[in-house]
Nanobody
Framework: QVQLVESGGGLVQAGGSLKLSCVAS????????MGWFRQVPGQEREFVGA????????YYRDSVKGRFTVSRDNAKRLVTLQMNSLKPEDTAVYFC???????????????????WGQGTQVTVSS
């Protein structure tokens, strides 16, 4: 069983930056697609960004393109989400997720990720 632990959330003013980190406890980290999702109370969890197993490709939802960057360090079992130019609408609980078994190339569906972190709150004030 792989455990994912996020950190780095907090309160920031609009236009500011935050960097979220997620560390995996075990497993062949380089073999996982790593994704970030976010959720607002009462709404469905939504895809934010993902990075491929071989660290070649990244994927983002349209609203964060150019502002958010997903990176990984396989030696440290670490994936990060750098968030710049934050907006109040980015306020949510952010979750790190790992996909160890689905090779369909689907990065945006929560259902393909089989390990999840506990989430970290990000609040952007206006």
């Amino acid at each position: 069983q792989v455990q994912l632990v996020e950190s780095g959330g907090g309160l920031v003013q609009a236009g500011g930056s935050l960097k979220l980190s997620c560390v995996a406890s075990s497993g062949i980290f380089g073999a996982y697609v790593m994704g970030w999702f976010r959720q607002v109370p009462g709404q469905e969890r939504e895809f934010v960004g993902a990075i491929s197993r071989n660290d070649v490709s990244t994927y983002y939802r349209d609203s964060v393109k150019g502002r958010f960057t997903v990176s990984r360090d396989n030696a440290k079992r670490l994936v990060t989400l750098q968030m710049n130019s934050l907006k109040p609408e980015d306020t949510a609980v952010y979750f790190c997720a790992a996909n160890s078994r689905d090779y369909s190339g689907n990065y945006i569906s929560a259902s393909v990720y089989n390990y999840w972190g506990q989430g970290t709150q990000v609040t952007v004030s206006s």
